[in-house]
């Protein structure tokens, strides 16, 4: 549904992409990868359209810098690092901002935030002011507003999560993964998310790309590609690759 061929980006004089072919899929949640630097960030910002790219970025065949915004809005959500939105909205009225692409009454409105709210386990705290929040509360409250904007997509909608885990404490890590896993699998996304952590990667993830200075140079399953070889190559440290009683591999 999503296709990357031959993009390339440069600021001034660094080459910041430079990737053959990136295809993603609908039903999978896929994991990108890299040490700090590699490019992911940059990735992210020229598959939504943020950052124009030299290349082809095609969603359902169709050139991302020829989607009416409005339309793209709908089908391409994307959760950034951090949230710069310092206005005293509740985290309620800045989720409610992903009801802008889109058509409903008051009512469908106010059911549709309280279920994404829900979903990302926001609505607890949905009317204290957002600038109050942690970071982590603050992460989930936009990923609850993303998912509003994408609720009314008529092909499979596109989740872009950079470091969605990063402000998280372990256990909200992976709930948020675990969402993103049901997104795909339940309901069909094609969800793209930067992670650190390569043992979370083997747990959830059905497909995983690897950058380095801007190019891609691994992609597949994570357990083909997590090999220790690559991982002492591309992070610079020695770990031991098992695999547990379930059947699932992990590193150490």
Not at 30 to 55: E, F, Q, V
Request: aromatic content about 4%; proline content about 4%; overall charge neutral.
């Amino acid at each position: 549904m999503l296709t990357v061929t031959n993009i390339s980006y440069r600021a001034g004089h660094r080459q910041l992409l430079d990737i053959d072919t990136l295809t993603l899929n609908g039903g999978e949640l896929s994991a990108l990868l890299g040490p700090n630097g590699a490019g992911k960030s940059t990735l992210l910002k020229a598959i939504s359209g943020d950052i124009r790219a030299t290349g082809q970025i095609e969603l359902h065949g169709r050139p991302i810098n020829q989607w009416p915004a409005l339309e793209r809005a709908k089908h391409v959500g994307v959760l950034p690092q951090q949230s710069q939105l310092t206005f005293p909205f509740s985290a309620e009225e800045v989720v409610a901002l992903g009801l802008t692409p889109l058509t409903l009454s008051k009512q469908q409105a106010q059911r549709a935030i309280e279920q994404v709210m829900a979903e990302t386990d926001c609505l607890r705290f949905a009317k204290r002011s957002f600038p109050s929040l942690s970071g982590g509360e603050r992460q989930r409250v936009q990923l609850a507003r993303v998912l509003l904007q994408l609720s009314q997509a008529q092909t499979t909608p596109l989740l872009l999560l950079d470091e969605p885990t990063s402000a998280q404490d372990l256990g909200q890590q992976h709930q948020i993964l675990a969402l993103a896993q049901k997104l795909a699998h339940q309901r069909g996304f094609a969800v793209l998310a930067v992670l650190h952590d390569l043992n979370q990667v083997l747990q959830y993830c059905d497909h995983c790309a690897l950058l380095e200075s801007g190019k891609l140079v691994a992609q597949g399953t994570p357990s083909a590609v997590l090999d220790t070889d690559t991982i002492a190559q591309y992070w610079q440290h020695q770990v031991e690759r098992v695999e547990l009683a379930n059947g699932r591999v992990a590193v150490f």
